[in-house]
């Protein structure tokens, strides 16, 4: 037997780092508080221009990674390391703003301003595309214009516009979904680590099942929707949207079904209220099981 129950994060204050880079956005000064005003924005050394030159073909390592994982040798995590230092492309559109009124008192044509494209995910939640290629971008939005960023760039871009999914390269032959914690963790630039995966995670649990003495173990497995498909139907096994943890109660023999439940209630309770656990695990799934003996 088995329930689903999604986890959702508590509300969090983002990192300072996050704070000051999205405050930085559009200022009148760099990242280390010395004014544009004069500066010489020419030459190779500029960031602006990192991508004048660019194919707009996809990076080769993002590429193998995902290569790797849909042949079965790969993982999530080497697919989210091969983003930290990846260009990727995020959809923009114009969107009209409000009418302007002349000094005559007519309404003047409405301005446009260039927004980020999102979409929103099967379970509600809103979700970023981003796109390995422009030809992938156009394919999936004739009218969007694709714009260049470094991965976690646009993980910056998804976490400031309240997205908690990263889609990548949705609508093509592949499409891999980086949930929540990956998210912020490729925006704060610092390697992921699946749940199912995570040591940390795993002794989190361990401390959360103390004094329930018919409880034998919780083993950590990936959930239900850590696997995703390509476009022909084929299983990949990672890429997919949750739920991401599997938690297995393994129940000494005789545990009645009730004080089963009562125990997981108790114990999901006490997960739910740590920190921790919840900025770790984007959505979880719990199975209870008996022991053998």
Same mark, same amino acid.
């Given at each position: 037997m088995s329930t689903e129950q999604p986890e959702s994060a508590p509300k969090r204050h983002l990192p300072g780092h996050i704070v000051a880079a999205l405050a930085q956005a559009g200022s009148a000064a760099d990242s280390a508080g010395q004014s544009w005003e004069g500066r010489d924005l020419g030459g190779d050394g500029n960031p602006l221009h990192k991508f004048d030159k660019d194919d707009g073909l996809a !990076?080769? *390592?993002?590429?193998?990674? %995902?290569? /790797? %994982?849909?042949?079965?040798?790969?993982? *999530?995590?080497?697919?989210?390391?091969s983003l930290a230092n990846a260009r990727v492309?995020?959809?923009?559109?114009?969107q009209l703003g409000e009418e302007a009124m002349t000094e005559h008192g007519f309404a003047s044509d409405k301005e446009a301003d260039m927004a980020l494209v999102k979409i929103k995910a099967p379970d509600g939640r809103m979700a970023l595309p981003v796109f390995t290629t422009v030809e992938r971008l156009q394919a999936w939005h004739s009218e969007a214009r694709?714009?260049?960023?470094?991965?976690?760039?646009?993980?910056?871009s998804a976490v400031s516009e309240e997205c908690q999914l990263v889609v990548l /390269?949705?609508?093509? !032959?592949?499409t891999f979904v980086l949930r929540r914690p990956g998210v912020w963790n490729l925006a704060k630039q610092i390697d992921?680590?699946?749940?199912? %995966?995570?040591?940390?995670?795993? !002794?989190l649990v361990q401390e959360a099942t103390v004094g329930f003495e018919q409880l034998n173990t919780v083993q950590l497995a990936p959930g239900r929707g850590v696997g995703s498909r390509d476009s022909q139907g084929k299983p990949v096994s990672g890429g997919g949207s949750g739920p991401e943890l599997n938690?297995?109660?393994?129940?000494a023999a005789g545990t009645s079904e009730n004080d089963a439940r009562q125990i997981t209630s108790a114990i999901h309770g006490r997960l739910a209220q740590n920190t921790e656990f919840a900025e770790a695990v984007d959505s979880l799934e719990i199975s209870l099981l008996s022991s053998q003996t």
């Amino acid at each position: 037997m088995s329930t689903e129950q999604p986890e959702s994060a508590p509300k969090r204050h983002l990192p300072g780092h996050i704070v000051a880079a999205l405050a930085q956005a559009g200022s009148a000064a760099d990242s280390a508080g010395q004014s544009w005003e004069g500066r010489d924005l020419g030459g190779d050394g500029n960031p602006l221009h990192k991508f004048d030159k660019d194919d707009g073909l996809a !990076d080769a *390592e993002v590429v193998q990674a %995902l290569a /790797d %994982l849909r042949g079965g040798v790969g993982s *999530e995590a080497a697919v989210h390391k091969s983003l930290a230092n990846a260009r990727v492309f995020v959809a923009v559109i114009a969107q009209l703003g409000e009418e302007a009124m002349t000094e005559h008192g007519f309404a003047s044509d409405k301005e446009a301003d260039m927004a980020l494209v999102k979409i929103k995910a099967p379970d509600g939640r809103m979700a970023l595309p981003v796109f390995t290629t422009v030809e992938r971008l156009q394919a999936w939005h004739s009218e969007a214009r694709p714009v260049a960023v470094y991965a976690p760039r646009a993980a910056l871009s998804a976490v400031s516009e309240e997205c908690q999914l990263v889609v990548l /390269d949705p609508g093509s !032959d592949y499409t891999f979904v980086l949930r929540r914690p990956g998210v912020w963790n490729l925006a704060k630039q610092i390697d992921w680590t699946p749940s199912y %995966l995570n040591q940390n995670v795993a !002794d989190l649990v361990q401390e959360a099942t103390v004094g329930f003495e018919q409880l034998n173990t919780v083993q950590l497995a990936p959930g239900r929707g850590v696997g995703s498909r390509d476009s022909q139907g084929k299983p990949v096994s990672g890429g997919g949207s949750g739920p991401e943890l599997n938690l297995q109660f393994v129940f000494a023999a005789g545990t009645s079904e009730n004080d089963a439940r009562q125990i997981t209630s108790a114990i999901h309770g006490r997960l739910a209220q740590n920190t921790e656990f919840a900025e770790a695990v984007d959505s979880l799934e719990i199975s209870l099981l008996s022991s053998q003996t």
